[in-house]
Each structure stands twice: as structure tokens, then as C-alpha cells.
């Protein structure tokens, strides 16, 4: 049974930093592609993230790029998402994905971990 586990998640003031990490276990991790959707207040779930199997390639959906970055450890079978300079309009429930391709879409995804942006 795949479990992919976030953790990081809390409040933090605009302009500042958080990182996420999620712990996978029970699938091969080198043979996954890792990503991130969140799910804002009132709104549906949407694709932040993703990194390829060997960590070699990554996409950001736009609002995010250049204060987003994703990273995955294959020893750890764990992916992380650093977010800087975080805003108001970042705050949700951030959920880890694992897909066969980047290109494909996520056939396992997390609890999810909320983070609240507040001023």
C-alpha cells in the first residue's frame, strides 16, 4: 500500500519561508514521479509542483515560480517543497502526490498539511 506522509506544514507571516516534506513508503520511489497540489480556501484542488523520477527535471504552476523549488532525496524516498517569500494567497492544504510520469496524472496522494499564510 503506497503512504505518502507530508509534515511541515503551520502558520508563517507573508514574506517568509516554509518547507515540506513527504515520506513515502510502499512503492519504488526511483520509478515515481513526485509533485504537490494544494487546495486553497473555497477552492478546488491545484497542481503546484512536480519533479521526475531522478530529480533530474521540474515544473511550477506560474504563481508560484521563482519562489517555489522542489527537490527529492531518492536514499530517503522522501520529496520536499521549499516555499519562499510566501504569501496570503499561499495559504492551503498542501498534498503530495506520486504519479508514473510527470506527464501522467497522481494515482497516490497524502493526508495533506495545511499552511496558513497571516498577517
Known amino acids: 500500500e503506497v503512504q505518502l506522509v507530508e509534515s511541515g506544514g503551520g502558520f508563517v507571516q507573508p514574506g517568509g519561508s516554509r518547507r515540506l516534506s513527504c515520506q513515502a513508503s510502499?512503492?519504488?520511489?526511483?520509478?515515481?514521479?513526485m509533485g504537490w497540489v494544494r487546495q486553497r480556501p473555497g477552492k478546488g484542488r491545484e497542481w503546484v509542483s512536480d519533479i521526475n523520477n531522478a530529480g533530474s527535471g521540474t515544473n511550477f504552476t506560474d504563481p508560484v515560480k521563482d519562489r517555489f523549488t522542489i527537490s527529492r532525496d531518492n536514499a530517503e524516498n522522501t520529496v520536499y517543497l521549499q516555499m519562499n517569500r510566501l504569501k496570503t494567497e499561499d495559504t492551503a492544504v498542501y498534498y503530495c502526490?506520486?504519479?508514473?510520469?510527470?506527464?501522467?496524472?497522481?494515482?497516490?496522494w497524502g493526508q495533506g498539511t495545511q499552511v496558513t499564510v497571516y498577517s
Open positions: 510502499g512503492l519504488t520511489f526511483t520509478n515515481s514521479a
Open positions: 502526490t506520486r504519479s508514473l510520469r510527470v506527464d501522467a496524472g497522481y494515482d497516490s
